[in-house]
Every structure is written in structure tokens, then in C-alpha cells.
């Protein structure tokens, strides 16, 4: 693959020629990759690069710790669809990195991530911090470099970039020698970058898309499932109005929730394992399944024999590796979503005069099996006068952010609840570790996405066990201003845990019950900002009315009903039509 960059990148900032060291070097491939603020934390080899950051205008976020310097960044690249840059010193920096890398890995989210490396005279002597970051992220990243030569590194840091932006997007790591940072040379811009080996195939076969189309028009159960390859590709308008064409019930998955608003009159709902009934029972029985830059997730298929069997299945997605991984599709189309989406359109259109109406009566008919089904089993919304229940929590983050607010979250039963119930009305609302499933990582990514989208309302919601994950990070939030809502869904559990314990270990509640968790209002007060703890349903209102209205960071303990459950739940294993909606009623002898 061959590609000019020097039209993309802002005007050049140094003459052609100029002697610099490798340091200088990888910041001025920054800036000319319009990377405005990066999340890192320094060590020995790293100490020449933030000497020379020392003088530069790039904005630098000190994190507490490198985990969550990918996570920030993460929260930097879903906010905006960027690039998002993360750095780190050699050994335990390095390795510090890994989850972070693993989690943007699973849900194709662009990283850059730098690491120093000890000089290279000393690499493979087992040197002071000395860790093979190459070997070790290997599987954990989409592309990662090892730089040996001052002469090659602007080479490998803009083709880093590409790599991770362009394709399924992914983390690329590159690893730098203290000695390559502190060589001096002279800088000759990159114009243009060539890999061979890397082919991205955006535009789907024509053919393809053609008989895609015709099936769209024979089928009488359509249903499109989209995913967060809608979000990475920049696809929401497209999907929209393709979803608007073939009038056909849509629902979004973990990854791709805003993809199509959560107010648009065609969506369903979430699939999954916490889906709804409908959006369960629509992929059950539809004979025709679109399937949109989404890779078939175990959490989402269930049993996969009996996944969506009556359904001819078109599947899009730009990674040939996912187009028949787990489900063999009728029609496969390779390509960027949103150029197929716009194709598929437009072969739909062009067939309208055939097809158009021959099947409007069965349309009809499900449709209204798709309402019967909404009506039948909406999520569950439980209320009491005496104790918050998590589902309140969640309708009331909802009614006051309409759909609009930066919704970070953590892992576990808030973040189902979070994805049941909080409307999503624009893409990259929703930010939360779907594949990896890491917990800690809704304070740091709300942290990224607040530094790229200062204009916006964002939340972290997590729970109490991945809250405390990421307290750390408290400082940073402070020392940066970043007025974050902190929304602690305190259960006193781990409670995603837990719930599989009561419901398939006999309750034999063993290592989840969260004790001592600190006073919310003196652990905010300890950072300069403000936070409470509540745990009576009039209170929460007012006390969320309070946080938003603050100018600065926010710390919202809210105590919940510490033994709801999350239903539906698809136990793990089973079909996705197959859905538990309560405890097991105890058996009467
Ligand atoms: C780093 C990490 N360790 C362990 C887990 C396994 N795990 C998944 S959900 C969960 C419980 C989370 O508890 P909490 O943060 O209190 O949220 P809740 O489920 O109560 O909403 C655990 C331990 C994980 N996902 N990530």
C-alpha cells in the first residue's frame, strides 16, 4: 500500500534539513500527525524525549499510571475517531501498557503507543529495566517497531499512524532506544509511506453488493446488526438512511450503541446477553441478518448453532479475517462500511422499481411482531421508596443528559444497566471497554474524552470494585481540571460476580463483598474537588442536578439495591432466545 501523507499533514513546521535529535524528531512527527495532547508517564530512557516535550507546544497529561494512559487515550481516540498517543518508559512502563493495548485490540480503537527502551548497546544484557516490549506486545498490538536508526524513525512513526487509522483500526506500538532519542541528525520530512504487505480493501465487491441488495428486497424478516465498526468507520449517517430505505428493525451491539440513535423509530435495542427481548427475539427469527461492521461476539450470538438458523446472513466488515470466522455468511462483502453502506444503497434504490411493495404485507406483519415483542418484555425498570435501585440510577443519568452526554463506562453490572437504559442519540457517546471487558477503565477513558470534547457533558459510571481500580487517577483529573461526573454505583459487590454466584453457584458468595470503601465527599475533598454520598431514591435528582452543575470534577456516590440483578440475561452457553428474566422460582415439593 502506497499512500501521500504529505497533503494530509499541517503545513511543514521545520525547514527540510534541520539538525535535530531523535527526540525533537518524534515530537515534530507528532505535531505534523496533528496530535494535540498525548497520556504518558516518564522514566530513565524516556527522560530526552520529555526534555525536549519540555519547550514544545504538544500538551502532555501526566497519568498515575500507565495502564491508564492507554485508557485516557482510548478515551481521546472513541471521543473523536483520532489517533490517540500513549507513552511510557522501558520494563515496567512498557509493561505496564499491555491491558491498555489488549483492550484498544479487541475493540479497534487507533493507539500510538511509544515506549523507550534501554540503549542499544545494553539490549538483551538483562539492563536496569530492561523488558522486550517488542516480544511481549506482539499479540497485544495490531503492528508493533522496534526503531534501530535515528535515520528510520520518522519512517516508522508516521507509518505507525497510518497503521493504526487506517484498515480495522488498532494499537501500534514503537519502541525506542534511548541512544536513537538522544542521536542527532538531520530531519528529512515524510511524504509519502509504502507497505507492500498492508492492503486495506475498502470499496466491497461490486457484485456482491449487488446481490446483497436483491436479498434485501426478497427478504420479508430483515434485521440489520450493527456494530462498532459503524462507530470506527464513521458510518452513522449511512447506516441511517439505509436503515431509513429498507425500513428494517436495526439493533446496535455494546460497541456500537449511537451508531444509529437510541431515539431513531427503527432501533431495537442491544443484543446479547443483557439484550432485550425484542432484540433477542428479532436475531432469532428474522430470515434475512445484516450484519454491519460487527464481528459476531460469543456475548452477542450465544449458542452459535442456534443463532439467527432461519436467516440468509450478509456480513460487512473491513477485516477479511472476520467475514466467516464464526458465521459462515451467504454473502460476504470485505470493504469499508461506509462506502458499502452508501453502494448497498444505492443498488437498493436502483432495484426499487422491480422489487418495491411485492412484499409489503409481510413487512407489515414484522413489524408488528417486532413491536409485540418490545411490548411484550421492555427492560425492566424497578423503583422503590427505600433504596435506589440501579435501573433508577441510570433512568435519571438519562432523562438529564437526553441522550446528548459522554457516557464512560467501567465493567460490570453498570455498565449493562448503563447500555440498557441511557439513550445514545450520536455516535461516539458511548466509551466503554466491550471486548476486554477491563475494569478500571471508566475513570481513565472519561478522563481522554474529557480533554477532546471540553464542551462536553461526561460521565464515568462504574462500579465500586472498578472505581477503586482507578482512584489513582483522581489526582489527575484534579491537576488537570477536567470537570468529569463520577458516577459511583455503589452495591457493595462485585457485583457482575456476584450475580453469577447467586445464579449458577448456589449464592455461595465467595471473594466479592466490597467493604471499607472510602467517604466520597473527604476522598474528592482530598483532591480539591467536591463529591457525597447518597443512598435515598429522593435524593438522587437533586444530588445529580448538583454534579452537573458544578464547574469542576465530580465524585457521586450512589448506594443501590446491593442484590439486583441484570436481566434479560442469556445464560452463558445458551441460545439467545433462550433468556432468564428472573431468579429461578424455588421449586415446590
Ligand atoms: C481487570 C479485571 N479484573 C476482573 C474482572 C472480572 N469482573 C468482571 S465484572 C466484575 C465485577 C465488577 O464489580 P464492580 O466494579 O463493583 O461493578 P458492578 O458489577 O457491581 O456494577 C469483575 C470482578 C474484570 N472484568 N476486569
Aim: aromatic share 8%; net charge negative.
Amino acid at each position: 500500500m502506497s499512500v501521500d501523507i504529505a497533503q494530509s499533514s499541517p503545513a511543514k513546521r521545520v525547514e527540510t534539513g534541520k539538525l535535530m535529535s531523535g527526540a525533537e524528531m518524534l515530537l515534530e512527527c507528532l505535531a505534523r500527525e496533528g496530535v494535540d495532547c498525548f497520556f504518558g508517564y516518564p522514566g530513565g530512557v524516556t527522560i530526552p524525549f520529555y526534555d525536549a516535550l519540555y519547550d514544545h507546544h504538544i500538551r502532555h497529561v501526566l497519568v498515575r499510571h500507565e495502564e491508564n494512559a492507554v485508557f485516557a487515550a482510548e478515551g481521546y481516540a472513541r471521543a473523536t475517531g483520532k489517533v490517540g498517543v500513549c507513552c511510557a518508559t522501558s520494563g515496567p512502563g512498557a509493561t505496564n501498557l499491555v491491558t491498555g493495548l489488549v483492550d484498544a485490540m479487541m475493540d479497534s480503537i487507533p493507539i500510538v503507543a511509544i515506549t523507550g527502551q534501554v540503549h542499544s548497546k545494553l539490549i538483551g544484557s538483562d539492563a536496569f529495566q530492561e523488558a522486550d516490549t517488542f516480544g511481549i506486545t506482539r499479540p497485544a498490538t495490531k503492528h508493533n517497531f522496534m526503531v534501530k536508526t535515528l535515520a528510520e524513525l520518522p519512517q516508522i512513526v508516521h507509518e505507525a499512524f497510518y497503521i493504526a487509522a487506517s484498515g480495522r483500526p488498532g494499537p501500534v506500538l514503537v519502541d525506542i532506544p534511548k541512544d536513537v532519542f538522544q542521536a542527532r541528525g538531520h530531519y528529512t520530512p515524510v511524504d509519502t509511506i509504502h507497505l507492500p504487505g498492508y492492503k486495506v480493501f475498502t470499496e466491497g465487491h461490486t457484485g456482491q453488493i449487488r446481490r446483497a441488495a436483491q436479498l434485501i428486497w426478497e427478504a420479508e424478516r430483515p434485521f440489520v446488526y450493527a456494530g462498532g465498526g459503524i462507530i470506527a468507520a464513521n458510518a452513522s449517517p449511512e447506516l441511517t438512511e439505509f436503515v431509513e430505505l429498507i425500513d428494517a428493525p436495526a439493533v446496535c451491539t455494546l460497541m456500537g450503541l449511537g451508531g444509529l440513535s437510541s431515539s431513531h423509530p427503527n432501533f431495537v435495542s442491544m443484543p446479547g446477553m443483557h439484550g432485550s427481548y425484542a432484540a433477542n427475539m428479532g436475531m432469532t427469527d428474522c430470515d434475512l441478518l445484516i450484519a454491519l461492521g460487527t464481528r459476531f461476539d460469543d456475548r452477542v450470538t450465544g449458542q452459535l448453532a442456534t443463532f439467527a438458523r432461519h436467516a440468509r446472513v450478509i456480513h460487512v466488515d473491513i477485516d477479511p479475517a472476520e467475514v466467516g470466522k464464526n458465521r459462515t455468511p451467504d454473502i460476504p462483502i470485505v470493504g469499508d462500511v461506509k462506502r458499502v453502506l452508501q453502494k448497498l444503497t444505492k443498488a437498493v434504490q436502483e432495484l426499487q422499481p422491480e422489487f418495491g411493495r411485492k412484499k409489503s404485507e409481510a413487512r407489515r406483519k414484522w413489524w408488528s411482531q417486532v413491536r409485540a415483542w418490545k411490548d411484550e418484555r421492555p427492560y425492566d425498570r424497578p423503583h422503590s421508596e427505600d433504596e435506589i435501585k440501579p435501573q433508577h440510577l441510570m433512568d435519571e443519568i438519562d432523562r438529564l443528559s437526553g441522550g446528548q452526554a459522554i457516557v464512560c463506562s467501567d465493567v460490570g453490572q453498570h455498565q449493562m444497566w448503563a447500555a440498557q437504559l441511557i439513550r445514545f442519540n450520536e455516535p461516539r457517546l458511548w466509551i466503554n471497554s466491550g471486548g476486554l471487558g477491563s475494569m478500571g477503565f471508566g475513570v481513565p477513558s472519561a478522563m481522554g474524552a474529557q480533554m477532546a470534547r471540553p464542551d462536553k457533558l461526561v460521565f464515568a459510571i462504574c462500579g465500586d470494585g472498578g472505581f477503586q481500580m482507578a482512584i489513582p487517577e483522581l489526582a489527575t483529573i484534579a491537576s488537570q481540571g477536567l470537570p468529569v461526573k463520577i458516577v459511583v454505583m455503589n452495591n457493595g459487590y462485585l457485583g457482575m460476580v456476584r450475580q453469577w454466584q447467586t445464579l449458577f453457584y448456589n449464592n455461595r458468595l465467595s471473594a466479592v463483598t466490597l467493604d471499607c470503601f472510602p467517604d466520597a465527599e473527604k476522598l474528592a475533598s482530598a483532591y480539591g474537588f467536591r463529591g457525597r454520598t447518597i443512598e435515598k431514591p429522593w435524593e438522587l435528582t437533586k444530588a445529580l442536578q448538583e454534579a452537573i452543575a458544578d464547574s469542576g470534577p465530580y465524585l457521586l456516590n450512589v448506594k443501590v439495591t446491593p442484590d439486583e440483578n441484570v436481566y434479560p440475561m442469556v445464560p452463558a452457553g445458551g441460545s439467545i432466545s433462550e433468556m432468564v428474566f428472573g431468579p429461578p422460582q424455588p421449586v415446590a415439593v
